[in-house]
């Protein structure tokens, strides 16, 4: 059973930085595509980035380019997310995400299986 959580999350100050990290298992992830997600309060969820597993392409919503940086360790089955000078805005609640296939997309529907999520809290 495939299986996804997430952990890191949690308080920072405006123009700090953290670490997400989600943990797979369930699967050998060699084709498929992993994600980040969030979902701020009353607004609609939002692609952040995602990566493919076996090639390591990269892509990143445009509020987060050049601040933002996804990684992952097949050794470990770890995917990452590192955040570095997070903005008020951008509390929310962040999810990792995996689907079958060779492309990024930066629709959520078109992604299956989905972990319970980690709060991050970007103070003032």
């Known amino acids: 059973q495939l299986q996804l959580v997430e952990s890191g999350g949690g308080l920072v100050q405006a123009g700090g930085s953290l670490r997400l990290s989600c943990a797979a298992s369930g699967r050998t992830f060699s084709g498929y595509v992993m994600a980040w997600f969030r979902q701020a309060p009353g607004k609609e969820r939002e692609f952040v980035s995602g990566i493919i597993w076996s090639g390591g392409g990269t892509d990143y919503g445009d509020s987060v380019k050049g601040r933002f940086t996804i990684s992952r360790d097949i050794a470990k089955n770890m995917v990452y997310l590192r955040m570095d000078n997070l903005k008020t805005k951008e509390t929310a609640i962040y999810y990792c995400?995996?689907?079958?296939?060779?492309?990024?997309?930066?629709?959520?529907?078109?992604?299956?299986?989905w972990g319970q999520g980690t709060r991050v809290t970007v103070s003032s």
């Open positions: 995400t995996c689907r079958q296939g060779v492309a990024i997309s930066t629709l959520g529907k078109q992604f299956r299986y």
